[in-house]
């Protein structure tokens, strides 16, 4: 059964985009219209032709609308096959009439838990009608087109145009593909809601709810496939920015400027980050965005070309003309005022995302990761360590600088794949070592990239000189420490616990520096 003639529909919408026009067609192609309670009354005013399906089944609407269309004359008519001899005279025995369209979308549950609606609310936005309507016309499509999302409208439409009022058994399994997609990421919802509400962080299933955004050019690499999916609780970010000027933006690309916008979010004082392969390769905060940027791209301006720049501000015209002479691929900020996007204008291939606010570090959610068979799910990694909180472990004390570089290398240190080590100076990075085995080798990779730096700019004293230097976990060995000393750190933090967290302390007293323990650490992987 290829082309099935469309000559009764039914209509029950919540999201009344499109309706009329979508309904009028119908009508026009002499399709009888049932409908229910408000979408019946739109169509009514709007001079459309339908009967309540109240009076298609002889019953009223009962239990305050939450019965209207759970009836045999309903359901009947969308799983009747019409190629079985026994179940069309089971039809005309019961008077049952076939229903060969059903176009429903369902409650705004989504919407009102997202608005903070009391529990009751939120449970009468559950659906009930809706999904078994959907779910009887998908299982049936071989008889009966199904319609979820006013999007979807005009194709049906161009379907029945070209086929006489008819459509193809291509289109309804493509719809009942959709549809079932649409009820699973409904009940999912609905599932999540209910564990978070009896606070379970780990219920028995997991649901995972995306919205295909766009098809990726390839994934990290040209022979991958990728997509962008959109869902879960709602945060400012790469997924929902407005892309203003630029080419499409790559896997690679959404990664990495998601690395950026996460690391900048974290700062109240105007920040700037410049990632590269999702490291950041500077970061500093600054009295403004065009200080903040410079003082972040002076940590590594080699590794910042080709690099994403994230800036937790509204880029102005100073900012702008710093940010025109680098090559970047990606720059993200919540807002960018005129001047600035007319000179970022010039660069044509860079992409420009605006996010409208900034991410909130502190904020509760969820990170998800494939592994072969299986997941593994935990929190969003959103500790944070005030100086009250910071032990001193050494006989000296930090200064007040030294306290407040302390935190912002720490700070940094969460957005840098472990193993690893940074060291600032005067609210900047001044070396990064990222990603390796050894947290040794972290401790002289950040020193040796801090010296190419000063050589590259000229300078006498090398930038980790007087600096503090922070780590991700504790340090195993005092070697990692004495690394970070050789290089002219002169305070050092880290989360503390090692068995040999003493032999470290003694190496850090025997040099004269300061340390302080956070008892969290920040392991990145």
Not at 42 to 71: N, Q, S, Y
Not at 329 to 350: C, F, G, Q, R, T
Not at 369 to 385: E, P, T, W
Not at 452 to 470: C, D, F, M, N, Y
Request: contains cysteine; glycine residues 8%; aromatic residues 6%.
């Amino acid at each position: 059964m290829n082309e099935t003639p469309v000559s009764r529909a039914l209509i029950s919408v919540s999201d009344k985009t499109g309706l009329i026009d979508f309904a009028r067609f119908l009508e026009n192609a002499g399709v009888e219209v049932l409908s229910t309670g408000g979408s019946a009354g739109i169509m009514t005013e709007a001079g459309i032709k339908v009967t309540e399906v109240a009076e298609h089944t002889g019953f009223p609407e009962i239990l305050d609308g939450r019965v209207k269309t759970l009836h045999p004359k309903i359901h009947g008519g969308i799983l009747g096959r019409r190629d079985l001899d026994d179940h069309v005279f089971q039809m005309h025995k019961h008077d049952i009439t076939p229903i060969d369209l059903v176009v429903v979308n369902l409650y705004p549950f989504e919407e009102t838990v997202s608005k903070g609606s009391p529990f009751e609310e939120c449970i009468e936005n559950i659906d009930i009608g809706g999904p078994t309507l959907i779910r009887a016309a998908a299982k049936n499509h071989a008889s009966v087109t199904v319609v979820t999302d006013p999007c979807q409208y005009n194709k049906v439409q161009e379907i029945l145009g070209a086929h006489q009022g008819a459509t193809t058994l291509e289109l309804r399994r493509e719809l009942a593909a959709e549809a079932y997609a649409h009820t699973a990421s409904y009940d999912s919802m609905i599932a999540g809601w209910f564990s978070n509400t009896q606070g379970e962080s780990f219920p028995k299933r997991l649901f995972s709810i995306g919205k295909l955004q766009q098809k990726l050019r390839y994934g990290e690499n040209p022979h991958q496939e990728a997509a962008l999916y959109t869902g879960g609780v709602s945060r400012p970010g790469v997924a929902t920015a407005r892309q203003i000027q630029g080419k499409e933006l790559s896997y690679n690309n959404l990664n990495d400027t998601n690395a950026a916008f996460e690391l900048v979010s974290e700062f109240v004082q105007p920040a700037c980050a410049i990632i590269k392969h999702a490291n950041p390769c500077g970061v500093a905060v600054g009295q403004n965005l065009s200080e903040a940027y410079s003082k972040a791209l002076a940590c590594d301006p080699v590794s910042a070309f080709g690099g994403i720049v994230a800036l937790n501000n509204i880029i102005t015209e100073p900012t702008a003309n710093q940010i025109a002479k680098l090559f970047a691929e990606v720059v993200i900020a919540p807002e960018a005022d005129a001047k600035a996007m007319k000179i970022l204008s010039n660069k044509k291939k860079l992409r420009v995302l605006l996010t409208g606010s900034m991410a909130d570090p502190t904020a509760p959610g969820q990170e998800l990761k494939s592994i072969s068979g299986g997941y593994l799910a935990m929190s969003r990694d959103n500790g944070r360590v005030n100086k009250s909180e910071l032990k001193v472990a050494t006989q000296n004390q930090p200064t007040s600088q030294q306290l407040e570089d302390l935190q912002f290398a720490f700070i940094v240190c969460k957005h840098v794949k472990s193993n690893a080590i940074i060291y600032a100076k005067n609210g900047a990075t001044v070396g990064i070592g990222a990603g390796q085995m050894s947290r040794v080798d972290s401790s002289r990779i950040a020193a040796l990239k801090s010296k190419e730096a000063t050589e590259k700019a000229q300078e006498e004293k090398p930038r980790t000189q007087g600096s503090v230097v922070a780590s991700d976990a504790f340090f195993p060995f005092a070697d990692g420490l004495i690394a970070a000393i050789n290089a002219g750190a002169t305070a050092v933090i880290q989360p503390g616990g090692s068995i040999r967290d003493q032999e470290v302390i003694d190496a850090a007293d025997e040099a004269g520096i300061t340390m302080v323990f956070t008892g969290i650490r920040h392991f990145r992987h």
